[in-house]
């Protein structure tokens, strides 16, 4: 079955620096990679998805980067502020399958 | 306001009791989820349910029970088998496509 791969489980960065988290898959047959985030005491939002027919796709401030033949996709953050403090999860999906999450990344943003 | 809505926010179950977590949406989505968030982990799925009085076991199903009545409740039973229940609950449901879920502020699971 599927398994994803997060790195790393926590970052810290100065406000107005960038942040990257990258996620790494095993199933070739997973074709759509959400990111999620979650405040604390919150249930999980989603901020921004990509399908494997797209290898880069931006938001503002977000964008998310996806390698089908590495298999790995990231989340980019530029200007962090605080408010971008939080849990971030990544996962992958195959229709007709379940989503399979990541363990998550703690972000900080330091002001 | 559509959306999900899981009650109670925290929960307290003693030795032996069974507890139910119920989850409600007014998205008219087809598919609902259970999840289980443990710190530092990834959320793991309980159970699922594509259509009404149909559901599938998850990853972790065994000391958890469910049912599904009607397209808008989705409610989880915690039973006295579940031996470490102590976690964070989270429903979830998806539409005709099953890939964007929008998750529901979760349930707080506490053993006294």
């Known amino acids: 079955g599927e398994n994803v791969e997060q790195h790393p489980s926590t970052l810290s960065v100065q406000e107005g620096d960038s942040a990257v988290i990258k996620c790494t898959y095993s199933d070739s047959a997973s074709n759509y990679f959400p990111w999620y985030k979650q405040e604390l005491g919150k249930g999980p939002q989603l901020i921004i998805d990509?399908?494997?027919?797209?290898g880069e796709k931006k938001d503002q401030r977000i964008a998310v980067t996806l390698n089908k033949t590495a298999k790995h996709f990231s989340l980019h953050i530029t200007e962090t502020q605080p408010e971008d403090s939080a849990v971030y999860f990544c996962a992958a999906y195959n229709y007709g399958q379940n989503f399979v999450f990541g363990p998550g990344t703690r972000l900080s943003v330091l002001p | 306001d559509g959306g999900i809505t899981q009650s109670p926010k925290y929960l307290f179950r003693k030795e032996g009791q069974n507890v139910t977590l119920s989850c409600e949406q007014n998205l008219n989505h087809d598919a609902m989820y259970w999840y289980r968030q443990d710190p530092g982990q990834g959320l793991r799925l309980i159970y699922y349910s594509q259509i009404v009085n149909d559901f599938q076991k998850g990853d972790i199903a065994e000391g958890y029970s469910v049912s599904r009545e009607k397209k808008e409740s989705f409610p989880l039973t915690v039973t006295s088998a579940q031996k470490n229940p102590t976690a964070f609950y989270l429903c979830?449901?998806?539409?005709?496509?099953?890939?964007?879920?929008?998750f529901g502020p979760g349930t707080r699971l506490l053993v006294l």
């Open positions: 979830a449901s998806s539409g005709t496509s099953r890939e964007t879920q929008y």
């Open positions: 990509i399908r494997s027919n797209v």
